[in-house]
């Protein structure tokens, strides 16, 4: 039986969208169960970190992510809308949060029902691909849908939010329990592997302990 892999990840983080497309490989080449465990972003869980005077932090993520998804070869822009209703401005985040919240119940749902890597890669690719309106459900739909999956039985599913909430707490407190409040925060064997560029780092780890699967 593979070990499990947890990946932690939210649908606001530019580096969760550079990180989905090597998630395959992580299972193809290694005995591992990769297990996507969502969060809400810090905007959310922490607003206070937005404060203005760590704004030069915000600033050089803007800069950094696109530089990196171009090296990566991967389209970029930063979403439109926000999956955070944020000012960039003042850096306040706002009460009303209409996007984040449907399309991270929806990505738990996907992962549920065993197309969680397959829907967070098209999805991420909505958001930060460049797409307009990623939220509108033609864009969701037709993503679900390219994934194997029923849009509309995942709609009525997410209905309920309450147990979603409860797993999105239950995740960011395992996060927390092995050593990381960031995403992408990889976990194996209570071991953390923080961002993007530390995918190396995790492979070299499995290799290390012995999982790669044979003639990869």
């Not at 926000?82 to 003042?90: A, G, H, L, R």
């Not at 065993?114 to 958001?127: D, H, P, Q, S």
């Not at 995403?183 to 530390?198: A, I, K, L, M, S």
Request: aromatic share 12%; with cysteine.
């Amino acid at each position: 039986m593979s070990q499990v892999l947890d990946v932690h990840l939210d649908f606001r983080s530019p580096y969760s969208y550079l990180a989905t497309p090597e998630l395959p490989a992580l299972e193809q080449d290694f005995d591992v169960e990769v297990r996507l465990r969502f969060g809400i972003p810090l905007a959310i869980c922490k607003p206070d970190f937005f404060r203005p005077e760590n704004a030069p932090a915000a600033v050089y993520i803007l800069l950094d992510w696109e530089r990196r998804a171009e090296m990566l070869g991967l389209p970029h822009a930063w979403p439109n809308p926000d999956p955070i209703v944020q000012s960039f401005e003042t850096l306040e985040i706002a009460s009303d949060q209409p996007y984040i919240y449907r399309v991270t119940y929806l990505g738990m749902e996907a992962e549920k029902r065993g197309k969680g890597i397959e829907f967070a890669t098209e999805v991420f690719r909505l958001i930060f691909g460049g797409t307009k309106n990623w939220h509108a459900e033609d864009h969701l739909k037709d993503a679900a849908e390219l994934c194997g999956l029923n849009f509309s039985e995942m709609e009525e599913a997410i209905q309920d939010s309450s147990p979603y909430d409860l797993e999105i707490a239950e995740n960011i407190e395992a996060r927390n329990r092995d050593g990381h409040w960031g995403v992408p925060t990889f976990v194996f064997n209570g071991e953390p592997f923080f961002g993007q560029d530390r995918i190396e780092t995790l492979r070299w780890r499995l290799d290390k302990l012995g999982l790669r699967r044979e003639g990869r």
